[in-house]
């Protein structure tokens, strides 16, 4: 079948809309904080970047608690719960929007905005480990596991190229209220989605034990740190997305100082990344198929990292573009491989606290890689110029060849570290 089967045909169906909504949503806030409740205001720009500090302390403090619930409880009911809790939340912020101008003041808004942000962010550290988990129950042909991770992927990185350009007519056409509306309806469809899964309730911890929260998440911090491969993956993620913030954080200088074009080419930009990522999602079941998904993994980093430190090379727009295309292509393939990795080292039972573990490194090593670059860019490197061998250093390419550096190293550290482990099994369920 072309989505593998009907239950994953279902979960894909649900995942496809929530996910539009929720860069919607994304987009929405950052537009209707910055640009209408906030409008003039010399602090709107921290305000704005605040939702994204709030979304990483709550993956942080949220994430390892609610991996040892999803081990605990039925992972569909779960997700159910999680769709729930984030339509109701978004809808109630909808009625408020609803009120007359000047009902409530500006900043109490804004309050309002970041509790809804901070509880369905706490409510995603729920439903994604739990819909992993639930797609390796839906899904258990090893090679199916990797067309459903290409296609979960493929589309959330086509609904990154199609939510955002919706939010700003959305907002200024029929308003905040009704784009808010619309993201409760997409948690709507993926409940009656998940819900429609019809799939047997499978135990949780086999000694059938509850130990307390701290020695069950220590159970899945052992297992993670007595895995050969969780532990190279670990160490690989965060090394690479230390450099990926880097990209995130100042590719919108590049843009201006390195590529001489104007700064309303930056979403461009961002859509050549998301459409490379497309391909390599829809790619990667056939290209792990040949070379083993642990070999995609570390050999799509080093290729990613090469590509960023040719990328730091490049001096005009649409030599740029193409060159985002192609190196999106293996990044995308590296998303795509990491699910499979984890669903065929991790017993079912320690799934949500092994990802409970993986995601804050991740959400941690992304901060670091943001604040390190803007600094490097802001201090150290400013106005820095060089030409070692006749060959030009600016302070933007320059962070970006390190970045590029960093992602190679982590690619590297993975090609040793997970040598033979497409050979072998870990797992044992």
């Known amino acids: 079948?072309?989505?593998?089967?009907?239950?994953?045909?279902?979960?894909?169906?649900?995942?496809?809309?929530?996910?539009?909504?929720?860069?919607?949503?994304?987009?929405?806030?950052?537009?209707?904080?910055?640009?209408?409740?906030?409008?003039?205001?010399?602090?709107?720009?921290?305000?704005?970047?605040?939702?994204?500090?709030?979304?990483?302390?709550?993956?942080?403090?949220?994430?390892?608690?609610?991996?040892?619930?999803?081990?605990?409880?039925?992972?569909?009911?779960?997700?159910?719960?999680?769709?729930?809790?984030?339509?109701?939340?978004?809808?109630?912020?909808?009625?408020?929007?609803?009120?007359?101008?000047?009902?409530?003041p500006a900043t109490t808004l804004v309050a309002l905005a970041y509790a809804v942000v901070a509880v369905t962010a706490a409510a995603a550290q729920f439903f994604n480990p739990a819909r992993l988990a639930l797609i390796g129950q839906v899904v258990a042909d090893p090679a199916d596991r990797s067309r459903a991770a290409g296609i979960g992927q493929a589309t959330q990185s086509a609904a990154a190229i199609v939510g955002p350009p919706l939010a700003a007519p959305l907002l200024f056409t029929v308003g905040v209220r009704w784009s808010l509306l619309l993201d409760a309806v997409t948690f709507?469809?993926?409940?009656?989605a998940v819900r429609a899964v019809r799939v047997r309730a499978v135990a949780t911890d086999p000694a059938g034990v509850r130990r307390g929260l701290w020695p069950e998440f220590r159970a899945g911090l052992a297992f993670v740190g007595g895995s050969r491969v969780l532990r190279a993956v670990l160490v690989a993620v965060a090394v690479a997305?230390?450099?990926?913030?880097?990209?995130?954080?100042?590719?919108?200088?590049?843009?201006?100082?390195?590529?001489?074009?104007?700064?309303?080419?930056y979403g461009t930009l961002d859509m050549a990344v998301g459409i490379g990522a497309v391909a390599g999602a829809l790619l990667a079941a056939a290209v792990a198929a040949r070379l083993g998904n642990a070999r995609v993994f570390a050999v799509g980093l080093l290729v990613v990292g090469l590509g960023i430190?040719?990328?730091?090379?490049?001096?005009?727009?649409?030599?740029?573009?193409?060159?985002?295309?192609v190196v999106a292509v293996p990044l995308g393939e590296v998303n795509t491989v990491l699910g499979p990795i984890l669903l065929r080292t991790v017993p079912a039972h320690l799934l949500g606290r092994v990802v409970s573990v993986l995601n804050p490194v991740q959400q941690v090593a992304s901060l670091a890689g943001t604040a390190l670059s803007g600094w490097l860019a802001s201090t150290v490197l400013l106005g820095f110029h060089a030409a070692p061998l006749g060959v030009p250093f600016g302070r933007?390419?320059?962070?970006?060849?390190?970045?590029?550096?960093?992602?190679?190293?982590?690619?590297?550290?993975?090609?040793?570290?997970?040598?033979?482990?497409?050979r072998t099994a870990e797992v044992v369920d």
């Open 1 to 104: 079948m072309l989505l593998v089967n009907r239950a994953y045909a279902r979960l894909w169906a649900g995942q496809a809309v929530s996910t539009v909504g929720d860069h919607v949503f994304d987009t929405t806030l950052v537009l209707w904080i910055g640009t209408v409740l906030l409008r003039g205001r010399s602090y709107a720009p921290v305000a704005v970047s605040g939702l994204l500090a709030v979304v990483a302390l709550v993956t942080m403090l949220v994430a390892p608690v609610a991996g040892v619930f999803v081990d605990r409880w039925d992972r569909r009911r779960t997700m159910l719960a999680a769709d729930l809790v984030r339509a109701g939340l978004v809808a109630a912020l909808a009625a408020v929007a609803f009120l007359p101008a000047g009902t409530l």
């Open 188 to 192: 709507l469809v993926s409940f009656l």
């Open 241 to 265: 997305t230390l450099g990926t913030g880097a990209l995130n954080t100042l590719n919108v200088f590049f843009v201006g100082t390195n590529l001489h074009a104007a700064t309303r080419w």
């Open 309 to 325: 430190v040719a990328y730091a090379r490049v001096t005009a727009l649409w030599p740029a573009l193409v060159l985002l295309v």
């Open 396 to 422: 933007i390419d320059t962070v970006f060849v390190l970045a590029g550096l960093l992602i190679v190293a982590g690619g590297g550290y993975a090609t040793v570290a997970l040598r033979g482990t497409d």
